[in-house]
């Protein structure tokens, strides 16, 4: 071996090393993330069923079955129910006319899509109370058709579907946008029409980011607090989704309680992840397949 | 079914992708547009398939005017350059969709099952009704793509690069059986290609195009023999161009190195385009055209030598016999026994076939061919 074979031999171990690391230092660098995860997600999660148990089972189970707490969670499923079918409708309307048509006012309307992302949620709540409030210029007039909407569930939806809107469409963008539209040109060159194509085409191929917008947009209609908040007037029994019912028994010193409907929304989230890992699972073979065209 | 296209034009932000177009493919006829990239090949077809709609001009199926009519209901089956298969869907529902979307008189779905493996053994694909696209090699795709054009009984058939992505050989056997397909159908079918000997091969017409606009349309004898522009000249075929100078009745290049005939070509500058078949290495003693070899290389049986000649060593390719031994710096001396003249008119370019040579004695068929015609 000469000289110079020996110096690019030594370079590229060199190299090797750069790129992939010891064990030493991947075992650390899993320790450190798992500790991460341990401490900002699992702890939190636990810390809320251990303290909805702190006083006993039968707390819990009180807390749960009393009557504000199911009109609550009644509540809370009617409005995302109502949110995300809207937003369903919305995301993919919006999703479609960005991606699959050139017109003015395109990167606006991009913009105005994450305003809900951009503007903090109580922000948000007080912008409806401006619009549709007794002192704005909308306010007589629903008097009048005797129209409730502030501090009633149609306040409490139209501000879930504002939050929520953003989630569906930012998911389907960009995998609209990368896909094209050259599946359409095709489905409609061999005379398919504007349904059939979107139903048999363009949805197919987007189900997955589809799916994903959904369990987020319905996760956070379920667990929208500021913007609701404003809007709704804080009615038990009538106006409170969980997460505020959730604020009035904190503070009504009832932590027990309290943690024990936390619970309950932390359940609905779990279920909503459990849901979809289990959808990817079932479902891999057909995703790997399309991932690899 | 005949598609007339009538002074169309494209543009795409102030860049014209087809200027001014008028071309006509006749009924049952296989056409193939030929061009560079970015020559406006794929605008052309996504016209007249009704994906793009024109800034100006009109598309005619049969003196209909086509954008009266839904792009679903014009009949044009679209093979597109990426294939566009629906990648969630099996090969077999690929290629049954056109025939699952038709409005009037939908086929039952046995006789859907019936039609698609009728077409599947037509592409060669039969047995793969079940995989995914993204289980298909490349070329499987790009017949799907066709089968799933082809179950329409389009009347129009339109081919972007159909056998764009293949390896040599594939393309070879793909071209003859596209060749067969259409014989058999009769579908009038315009594709488009890169590749100069794919669609001399295949076509029963050739269209050049350049910058957006048809250069020539011809049959395939028609483009390699009489180039009517000098940019057809270099696309099809290989060639020399020499800068000449046109003055009575003669082209020439310094005072006498090249002195050609030209006929009734204005004076003033020109081009002088050559194909190796035209350069004959003379090996008799007679007259001809000194040069310096400065390479050599073997194609075939020939050997294609390449020769520097004149002041400014204009560079000349032409074939020599492989057993006559030809070295480097060699000189040596040529005869021109065919080409073309392109003068630089002010409407477009004049052209002359030339006539005769500096060389008087032709002792080949191919250049008395040139001065008969
Ligand atoms: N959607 C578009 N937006 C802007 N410019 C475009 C668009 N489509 C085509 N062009 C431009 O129009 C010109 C012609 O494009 P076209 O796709 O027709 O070329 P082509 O002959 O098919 O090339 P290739 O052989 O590379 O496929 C190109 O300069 C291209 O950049
Ligand atoms: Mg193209």
Same mark, same amino acid.
């Given at each position: 071996m000469t000289e110079a074979e020996k110096s690019v031999m030594a370079t590229r171990r060199r190299q090797k090393q750069a790129v992939g690391e010891g064990p030493l230092t991947r075992a650390a660098l899993i320790a450190v993330a798992l500790a991460f995860l341990g401490i900002m997600l699992i702890a939190p999660l636990l810390v809320v069923f251990a303290e909805a148990f702190s006083r006993g089972a039968g707390v819990f189970f009180d807390a749960l079955v009393a009557p504000h707490t199911m009109s609550a969670l009644q509540l809370t499923l009617l409005v995302a129910a109502i949110a995300v079918p809207a937003n369903l409708v919305f995301g993919i309307a919006a999703a479609w006319a960005i991606t699959k048509f050139d017109f003015k006012g395109k990167a606006f309307l991009l913009t105005l899509i994450d305003l809900p992302f951009a503007v903090s949620p109580v922000v948000s709540g007080l912008i409806f109370v401006l619009l549709f409030g007794a002192n704005s210029a909308l306010g007589p007039w629903l008097d009048e058709m005797n129209i409730k909407i502030l501090f009633a569930v149609p306040g409490i939806v139209i501000a879930t579907i504002f939050i929520t809107f953003p989630f569906i469409a930012r998911e389907l963008i960009p995998l609209m946008e990368q896909q094209g539209s050259s599946e359409e040109e095709a489905a409609v060159s061999l005379g398919a029409g504007g349904w059939r194509t979107f139903f048999l085409v363009t949805l197919p191929n987007v189900k997955w980011g589809l799916l994903y917008g959904v369990l987020l947009c319905n996760a956070r209609a379920m667990g929208e607090f500021g913007a609701v908040s404003v809007v709704s007037g804080h009615i038990r029994g009538q106006t409170n989704t969980l997460p505020l019912h959730i604020e009035i028994l904190y503070h009504d010193n009832k932590a027990a309680a309290a943690f024990a409907v936390a619970s309950l929304l932390a359940m609905l989230a779990l279920v909503t992840l459990a849901v979809k890992t289990v959808l990817e699972a079932r479902f891999a073979g057909s995703l790997a397949a399309q991932r690899r065209h | 079914m005949q598609v007339?296209?009538?002074?169309?034009?494209?543009?795409?932000?102030?860049?014209?992708?087809?200027?001014?177009?008028?071309?006509?493919?006749?009924?049952? /006829?296989?056409?193939?547009?030929?061009?560079?990239?970015?020559?406006?090949?794929?605008?052309?077809?996504?016209?007249?398939?009704?994906?793009?709609?024109?800034?100006?001009?009109?598309?005619?199926?049969?003196?209909?005017?086509?954008?009266?009519?839904?792009?679903?209901? @014009?009949?044009?089956?679209?093979?597109?350059?990426?294939?566009?298969?629906?990648?969630?869907?099996?090969?077999?529902?690929?290629?049954?969709?056109?025939?699952?979307?038709?409005?009037?008189? @939908?086929?039952?779905?046995?006789?859907?099952?019936?039609?698609?493996?009728?077409?599947?053994?037509?592409?060669?694909?039969?047995?793969? /009704?079940?995989?995914?696209?993204?289980?298909?090699?490349?070329?499987?795709?790009?017949?799907?793509?066709?089968?799933?054009?082809?179950?329409?009984?389009?009347?129009?058939?339109?081919?972007? /690069?159909?056998?764009?992505?293949?390896?040599?050989?594939?393309?070879?056997?793909?071209?003859?059986?596209?060749?067969?397909?259409?014989? @058999?159908?009769?579908?009038?079918?315009?594709?488009?290609?890169?590749?100069?000997?794919?669609?001399?091969?295949?076509?029963?017409?050739?269209?050049?195009?350049?910058?957006?606009?048809?250069?020539?349309?011809?049959?395939?004898?028609?483009?390699?023999?009489?180039?009517?522009?000098?940019?057809?000249?270099?696309?099809?075929?290989? %060639?020399?161009?020499?800068?000449?100078?046109?003055?009575?009745?003669?082209?020439?290049?310094?005072?006498?190195?090249?002195?050609?005939?030209?006929?009734?070509?204005?004076?003033?500058?020109?081009?002088?385009?050559?194909?190796?078949?035209?350069?004959?290495?003379?090996?008799?003693?007679?007259?001809?055209?000194?040069?310096?070899?400065? %390479?050599?290389?073997?194609?075939?049986?020939?050997?294609?030598?390449?020769?520097?000649?004149?002041?400014?060593?204009?560079?000349? /390719?032409?074939?020599?016999?492989?057993?006559?031994d030809i070295h480097n710096s060699q000189r040596l001396q040529v005869r021109i026994t065919g080409g073309r003249v392109y003068g630089d008119g002010e409407e477009g370019y004049a052209t002359e076939k030339l006539a005769s040579s500096d060389t008087a004695d032709f002792k080949w068929a191919r250049a008395e061919g040139w001065i008969d015609r």
């Open positions: - | 007339r296209v009538t002074n169309v034009s494209k543009n795409y932000a102030g860049m014209a992708a087809l200027a001014d177009v008028s071309l006509t493919v006749g009924s049952g /006829e296989l056409v193939a547009l030929l061009g560079p990239s970015g020559s406006g090949k794929t605008t052309l077809l996504r016209t007249i398939a009704g994906l793009e709609t024109p800034d100006s001009g009109v598309v005619y199926f049969n003196d209909r005017d086509a954008s009266e009519s839904r792009i679903q209901d @014009r009949g044009v089956g679209f093979v597109f350059q990426h294939y566009a298969l629906f990648k969630h869907m099996r090969v077999m529902d690929n290629i049954a969709f056109g025939l699952r979307a038709r409005k009037k008189n @939908r086929p039952k779905e046995a006789d859907v099952k019936l039609k698609v493996m009728e077409l599947l053994d037509l592409v060669q694909l039969s047995g793969l /009704e079940k995989r995914f696209p993204s289980q298909l090699s490349g070329g499987q795709r790009q017949r799907v793509a066709l089968a799933r054009a082809l179950a329409i009984e389009p009347s129009v058939l339109l081919l972007d /690069e159909p056998f764009g992505a293949l390896d040599a050989r594939v393309r070879k056997d793909l071209r003859r059986w596209l060749r067969e397909i259409h014989d @058999r159908t009769g579908h009038t079918t315009l594709f488009v290609t890169h590749d100069q000997e794919e669609a001399l091969e295949l076509a029963d017409r050739v269209v050049v195009m350049n910058k957006g606009q048809i250069e020539q349309s011809a049959t395939p004898d028609e483009i390699y023999d009489t180039p009517a522009t000098p940019f057809v000249f270099s696309f099809i075929g290989e %060639s020399s161009v020499i800068p000449v100078v046109v003055g009575n009745g003669r082209a020439t290049l310094d005072e006498r190195v090249i002195d050609l005939e030209v006929g009734v070509l204005a004076d003033g500058p020109a081009k002088l385009f050559l194909r190796p078949e035209d350069v004959a290495m003379v090996t008799d003693g007679g007259p001809g055209i000194p040069g310096l070899v400065v %390479s050599t290389r073997r194609i075939g049986g020939m050997r294609r030598v390449t020769m520097e000649c004149g002041l400014a060593r204009h560079r000349i /390719e032409f074939d020599a016999p492989a057993e006559i």
